[in-house]
């Protein structure tokens, strides 16, 4: 925690303009020169309930949701369904000042828009501000934007009146309202900004504010991404014009933004009836010689067990993303947790045969989304893509040069219809599709409509020619080259440094972790080397085929670790055991399930509870220790 | 040589070229109507002059399902129920591709329920057979979808309590623009009706009562038939939605009266195809996509260059 950095929370309900608002107002952070990451919290409702976005900025890099916040604009629910405290949901019009508000920071700020909400219903209000020295600005932000515009305009006064607490410049956001807005709406909302800046510069005494915004600068130009972003530029890079879906959240932003851009890149787009439908397309569209992909969250995703089979089967190349939420069944639809990863490395019947990849951070997310596309097509194998809600929606700023990179339309180890004369025919000129052995286990396939390349592609086990066979030597040839493949597929990845470490190389614990949670870990272990601990990470992306012997290294290379991940059953930690067959005793676990990814306080704390203390929970946070076995 | 040099090819086609020379040959049941449906397709192909190399067939699950091995085109044996969505994304991938999708009356009626209305409903451009045998055969015998009304098997003891469904109405609402219905006993029928439903731009459906002689009926419970187009016991407009409804509603009662009434029940010639549709909204290429992953001189569009300005 520092005071070199702004954890600005917006809060109200959902419809009142909390995303865009706020991702307008980080990207005019990042304008300014800032590094910044969002956080968002919002419920499976389309008007009402506690919504809130987290920007966090600062002139080093961020990688993480904060601890807590430092300034709070609360808007109020203006579609709030239970004004009673009584009610199911409790008093959901006050929720926005007062839900979490014990996170705000000691010397933090509070700007309330007075024209909807009354603090005097929230229970000892005076007296924690006494006590926590926030600094409270009742502002008629409802008001202010009725009389220059219309209500829903007070978003952009509680902009204005923010930029003037805590020392901003109007000009970023300005320039962003003039880039989004039509002039009919423009001209108001440059006014009420203006008023509200003005008027709270003049009738306040802005010097005494505690928070500042924090001063920083880019070397280069940097682009304000999510990982549902860059997810969907990863496979628009790698040649993907197909896609197809269902909508689920929080899968749909991919497929949305997938949508919207494949008819200008002369692509196709299909949303169909069911998810079983929707993968079934892609291997279809894959089979017929296009570079396809479908997805879904955790309850579609069971949908395609199914297509995944018949394409481990039929050996079609196939990217499917998988953006995780809380489970089981409808669980909690906006709220993130890594508990399906064992859904997407299992579920089909039969071994598995896929790889599945789970990159840490938005900038990995576009890596490995192309990643994904480049081992499917070349290896002729289902890839998964597994992140969650949390990497999917999160803003971060990453180096535009990041993105500046050549296509790769290709579609692998595919023949040309000279080649395919060159390969071997049946007598009746069948195509050996399924060749028993050959390099890497990949054998070459040719696409429908090609002279000499037709054969059967089947569910079923088959021979060299697709056809049907229950031949316990063709079998065995067949899943043994299969299997091949994801030899290789470990070997190729071993050359892609797909993993992250964070921490001295000689520390004396670690800390292990896989997918979204890196960030934080990460930053959790700054903070505890910064302490005086001795610790490092490694965040994991290569969930299968499993990175075996560096997990080893690293294991290997510290007393004890802790394996840090949002399920309740500790499924990575068993992931690393099954693969390593060992290390029961040096590994344990801090969980957590609550609908909320991992603070960095939370990890540190947990691990200083559970590691160096010894065997505990960390009190005051909603997260679990599992001990290793033996202890 | 172009890419798919065997699409849109102009020659004589043997109807051997559709059969494989050694193995496999087929493994139905003698009688099986099944046959029927191949020989049909060996003589339909060449008569529209499709190429085994330009023909793409996916089949489902099912003794239905085995017409892939039987019939040497480019195949694609799918799973139970989800031969559609495999086909239809088969034919926007490459439009110039012959799309036939076969499946059982469980695989089409039942488990690939959903997918048969939505894929009618969009009218793609492909033929869709249904081996409608009025019962699970592969599996040995159990009451399917369209199964009559008190029909005992192992899995309903004490006679199915359900009302059969009735396929050329529910493709008929669904949106399908040509529904014929034929019989495995009618082998010309059979020709010109796979004729004219390859030919149909749109989705063509195919009801094609195959009689299973192991678990319920041999040939002869399907004859005689009758032709409704040309018997003059009936008279209704095929091209009109509600006379081909109230056809089709007495076609598929007389069924389980032990009265086969089969031929074209509806067809649509003015409705635009799928990929037409999406075609004239923009979002669909008017060159086939599979093409262009073949096209060296295509430059392919970066998201660098095309989105990523908007996130500065």
Redesign the interface.
């Known amino acids: 925690m520092t005071d070199e950095e702004l954890i600005w929370r917006i809060s109200g309900g959902s419809g009142d303009g909390i995303a865009s608002t706020s991702q307008n107002f980080a990207k005019a952070l990042m ?1 300014s020169g800032l590094n910044v990451f969002t956080h968002r919290h919002y419920p499976s409702r389309i008007r009402g309930g506690h919504t809130y976005t987290e920007i966090r900025a600062a002139a080093d890099p961020v990688e993480s949701r904060g601890d807590g916040y430092n300034f709070l604009l609360a808007l109020g629910d203006s579609f709030a369904r239970n004004p009673q405290e009584g009610a199911v949901y409790g008093n959901e019009e006050i929720k926005p000042l007062s839900e979490n508000l014990d996170e705000l920071r000691e010397g933090g700020v509070i700007v309330y828009d007075e024209g909807l909400l009354d603090p005097s219903e929230i229970p000892n209000f005076e007296e924690r501000v006494e006590e926590n020295g926030w600094h409270v600005f009742p502002l008629d932000l409802r008001g202010l934007a009725r009389d220059m515009g219309r209500e829903v305009m007070r978003n952009t006064a509680g902009v204005g009146a923010t930029c003037a607490l805590i020392g901003m410049d109007l000009e970023h956001v300005e320039d962003l309202m003039r880039d989004a807005m039509p002039e009919k709406i423009l001209d108001p909302n440059l006014e009420i900004l203006e008023t509200a800046y003005d008027q709270v510069r003049e009738e306040y005494d802005v010097d005494a504010v505690e928070v500042s915004v924090p001063t920083g600068e880019h070397e280069e ?5 999510s990982g549902s ?1 860059a997810i ?2 990863g496979a ?2 790698e ?1 993907c ?2 896609i ?1 879906g269902y909508p689920m959240t929080p899968w749909t932003e991919v497929f949305t933004i997938m949508t919207q ?10 949303q ?3 998810e ?3 993968a ?6 894959s ?6 992909m479908s997805g879904s969250s955790g309850g579609g995703f069971a949908l395609m067990s ?2 995944l ?2 394409a481990e089967m ?1 050996e079609t190349p196939l990217v499917l993303v998988e953006a995780m939420r809380a489970g089981p069944s409808t669980g909690m639809p906006t709220k993130p947790e890594q508990s399906d990863l064992e859904h997407v490395l299992y579920t089909s019947q039969g071994d598995s045969q896929r790889v599945v990849l789970a990159p840490g951070t938005v900038a990995e997310a576009y890596e490995q989304s192309r990643l994904a596309f480049r081992l499917a097509y070349e290896y002729q194998i289902p890839t998964i893509l597994l992140y969650d809600q949390k990497l999917g929606g999160e803003l971060v700023n990453v180096p ?1 040069s990041h ?5 790769n ?3 692998g180890k595919t023949l ?3 080649e395919l004369a060159e390969q071997p025919h ?3 000129g ?1 195509f050996h599709r399924f060749q028993h052995d050959v390099e890497d286990g990949v054998t070459p396939r040719s ?14 086990e088959h021979d060299p020619t ?3 066979s229950e031949s316990p030597d063709n079998r065995v040839a067949q899943i043994d080259r299969r299997t091949q493949k994801l030899e290789a597929i470990r070997a190729d990845l071993d050359t892609e440094d797909t993993s992250s470490y964070a921490g001295p190389d000689d520390a004396e614990y670690g800390i292990l972790t896989f997918g979204s949670q890196q960030g934080t870990v990460e930053e959790a272990v700054g903070r505890l080397n910064d302490a005086g601990v001795s610790v490092k990470s490694l965040g994991v992306s290569d969930m299968l085929p499993f990175p075996t012997e560096e997990v080893r290294t690293f294991i290997e290379s510290v007393e004890e670790v802790l394996v840090v991940e949002m399920t309740a059953s500790g499924q990575f930690r068993g992931l690393v055991q099954k693969n390593l067959g060992q290390y029961g005793e040096k590994l344990s676990s801090l969980l957590k399930y609550n609908g909320n990814p991992f603070e960095p306080a939370e990890v540190v704390d947990g691990f200083e509870a559970a590691i160096i203390e010894g065997d505990g929970d960390a009190s005051g946070h909603q997260t679990t220790f599992v001990p290793a076995a033996g202890d | ?1 172009s ?5 849109g090819e102009e020659r004589e086609i043997d109807r051997d070229e559709y059969t ?5 040959q087929p493994t139905w049941c003698p009688g099986c109507g099944d046959f029927s449906v191949l020989k049909a397709l060996k003589q339909a192909l060449p008569e529209v002059g499709r190429t ?3 023909t ?1 067939l ?1 089949t489902g ?1 099912g003794c239905s399902g085995k017409l ?2 039987y019939l ?8 139970h129920g ?1 031969s559609l ?6 034919k ?3 439009p ?2 012959e799309v036939i999708a076969a499946g059982g009356d469980g695989d089409g009626y039942g488990i690939g329920g ?2 048969f ?2 894929t009618a409903r969009e009218n793609h451009d492909m033929t869709y057979i249904v081996f409608n045998n009025e019962i699970f055969g592969l599996t040995k015998g159990q009451t399917s979808p369209t199964s009559p009304k008190g029909h005992k098997s192992k899995t309903q003891p004490h006679g199915s309590a359900k009302e059969p469904l009735k396929p050329l109405s529910l493709s008929l609402n669904a949106g399908a623009s040509y529904v014929a219905r034929t019989a495995a006993v009618n082998p010309n029928q059979a020709k010109e009706i796979l004729i004219e439903a390859i030919e149909h731009d749109g989705f063509a459906h195919v009801d094609f009562l195959t009689q299973c002689p192991t678990w319920n009926k041999d040939a002869r419970q399907y004859v005689p038939y009758i032709d409704v187009n040309e018997s003059d016991d009936y008279e209704f407009d095929k091209t009109d939605r509600v006379e081909a409804a109230e056809m089709m509603r007495t076609t598929e009662e007389a069924l389980y009266d032990g009265e086969v009434l089969t031929g074209r029940f509806y067809v649509d010639e003015d409705r635009p195809s799928y990929g037409q549709e ?1 075609q004239q909204i ?4 008017e ?1 086939p ?2 093409e ?3 096209d060296d001189d295509y430059e ?5 260059d ?3 300005d908007k ?2």
């Open positions: 304008r130009t940097q682009l304000l991404m972003d969907s530029y628009i890079d040649g014009r197909f197809a851009n494949l008819p200008e890149l002369g692509g196709i787009s299909e169909v009836e069911d079983i439908a929707a079934a397309l892609a291997v279809g569209a089979h017929a010689g296009v570079k396809a199914e297509p089979g018949l039929t535009k993105f500046d990179r050549e296509p339309p290709t579609l040309s219809e000279e049946s007598a009746d069948k696409i429908p409509g090609q002279k000499g390349g037709r054969y059967l592609a089947t569910g079923n697709g056809h049907i | 040589m890419t798919f040099s065997a699409i494989p020379t050694v193995e496999p085994p190399e330009e793409l996916c699950i892939n091995s040497d085109t480019y195949g694609f044996h799918t799973i989800r969505p495999v086909a239809r994304a088969a926007l991938a490459n110039d591709l959903n997918h209305i939505h999406k923009g979002e669909m290429p060159e996509l599979a262009r992953y073949w392919w569009e970066r998201s660098y095309q989105f990523v996130h500065e």
